[in-house]
């Protein structure tokens, strides 16, 4: 069965009060790890004066067999107070390629460790509400290589599964075609290809996308 997981429908910002300190959540979707961090850059420079901008993400890595990258970073608040409990809240929604960024302005009454697990806990669990959630589907990214001969054969049947051609290259033993296709359809190709081709093919799975 094709796994699918969860995004941010849309990028949103909150506040939330808490005694008298004031937090912002800002929640993004993301594509991968540089675009989290660079968000996170942004939050920073907006709320520069903030005391504090906590901040965790989730997204997919890089090979389909690895699990996903995560992070997060208490900025300053007491350690494991801040971050662990936005992350917890990205993880709790089924959330990937989601970066969350709670941004807080001390009001001058002191929180407790746990009080600010709940603050930023909360904080994050609402911008999640706010956004709402997206799901998507999971697809493979593939590169199949065959002979000069067979090259049009594969880019058929691709064609006639419906699959997202992306390229075609081609080198001194033939071509590699790379494309898109969703996860059910893995094993019909392969069967098909090497029925169509007489087995004069290479299917190779670049990495598992959602979307």
Same mark, same amino acid.
């Given at each position: 069965?094709?796994?699918?997981? %969860?995004?941010?429908?849309?990028?949103?910002?909150?506040r =939330?009060?808490? *005694?008298?300190?004031?937090?912002?959540?800002?929640?993004?979707a993301?594509?991968?790890?540089?675009?989290?961090?660079?968000?996170?850059?942004?939050?920073?420079? $907006?709320?520069?004066?903030?005391?504090?901008?906590?901040?965790? #993400?989730?997204v997919?890595?890089? +090979?389909?067999?690895?699990?996903?990258?995560?992070?997060?970073?208490?900025? &300053?608040?007491?350690? &494991?107070?801040?971050?662990?409990?936005?992350?917890?809240?990205?993880?709790?929604?089924?959330?990937?390629?989601?970066?969350?960024?709670?941004?807080?302005? #001390?009001?001058?009454? +002191?929180?407790?460790?746990?009080?600010?697990?709940?603050?930023? &806990?909360?904080?994050?669990?609402?911008?999640?509400?706010?956004? &709402?959630?997206? +799901?998507?589907?999971?697809?493979?990214?593939?590169?199949?290589?065959?002979? #000069?001969? !067979?090259?049009?054969?594969?880019?058929?049947?691709?064609?006639?599964? *419906?699959?997202?051609?992306?390229?075609?290259?081609?080198? %001194?033993?033939?071509?590699?075609?790379?494309?898109?296709?969703?996860?059910?359809?893995?094993?019909?190709? $392969? =069967?098909?290809?090497?029925?169509?081709?007489?087995?004069?093919?290479?299917?190779?799975?670049? !990495?598992?996308? #959602?979307?």
């Open positions: 069965m094709p796994n699918s997981k %969860n995004k941010p429908a849309k990028n949103m910002e909150i =939330n009060q808490v *005694k008298d300190s004031k937090f912002y959540g800002s929640i993004f993301v594509e991968n790890r540089e675009e989290a961090e660079k968000r996170i850059l942004e939050i920073k420079d $907006k709320y520069s004066d903030a005391t504090h901008n906590v901040s965790a #993400f989730r997919e890595a890089d +090979k389909p067999d690895q699990d996903p990258i995560e992070y997060f970073d208490d900025d &300053g608040e007491p350690s &494991g107070s801040s971050g662990p409990p936005i992350l917890e809240a990205i993880k709790g929604a089924e959330l990937i390629n989601t970066v969350l960024i709670v941004t807080r302005y #001390f009001g001058g009454t +002191k929180l407790g460790i746990g009080g600010l697990i709940r603050a930023y &806990g909360d904080t994050a669990r609402l911008a999640i509400e706010a956004a &709402g959630i997206k +799901k998507l589907n999971e697809f493979y990214q593939i590169k199949v290589g065959t002979s #000069f001969a !067979k090259i049009g054969i594969v880019l058929g049947q691709l064609e006639a599964l *419906k699959a997202d051609i992306k390229d075609t290259e081609y080198n %001194n033993q033939g071509a590699v075609v790379k494309a898109i296709i969703p996860t059910a359809i893995k094993e019909k190709l $392969k =069967n098909v290809l090497k029925e169509k081709t007489a087995a004069d093919y290479s299917l190779t799975i670049i !990495k598992s996308i #959602f979307k």
